[in-house]
């Protein structure tokens, strides 16, 4: 399985992204998805996951209302749209591919890892 992450930058507080994660292989569909993100000195940091085959979404509670994953299985893609962000969203944002059923992923359980893409949000 491999992932490709997109769409980080900078931005203000308040304002929008939407990250999109690129999957490949022929196993893929036997995993579900995840959001991950880590800063400096810190470990990494669930941020949600989906179940790719019902759609079912998971939230850590700092993102729950901001944050919506989704996924695209036409386009073998997933995505995190954030909303009103805010300067402690600001890391490096990991999409994530694990066997575990989506409400059980954590990084300890992970199988692949996307290349990460730098979020930064700016006071």
């Known amino acids: 399985v491999q992932l490709q992450a997109s769409g980080g930058g900078l931005v203000r507080a308040g304002a929008s992204l939407r990250l999109s994660c690129a999957a490949s292989?022929?196993?893929?569909?036997?995993?579900?998805m995840g959001w991950f993100r880590q800063t400096p000195g810190k470990e990494r940091e669930f941020v949600a996951s989906?179940?790719?085959?019902?759609?079912?979404?998971y939230y850590s509670h700092p993102t729950k209302g901001r944050f919506t994953i989704s996924r695209d299985t036409a386009k073998s893609t997933m995505y995190l749209q954030m909303n009103n962000l805010k300067p402690e969203d600001t890391a490096v944002y990991y999409c994530?591919?694990?066997?575990?059923?989506?409400?059980?992923?954590?990084?300890?359980?992970?199988?692949?890892w996307g290349q990460g893409t730098q979020v930064t949000v700016s006071s």
């Open positions: 994530a591919a694990d066997r575990q059923p989506a409400q059980w992923i954590q990084a300890s359980t992970v199988d692949y």
């Open positions: 292989g022929q196993t893929f569909s036997n995993y579900n």
């Open positions: 989906i179940s790719w085959s019902s759609g079912s979404a």
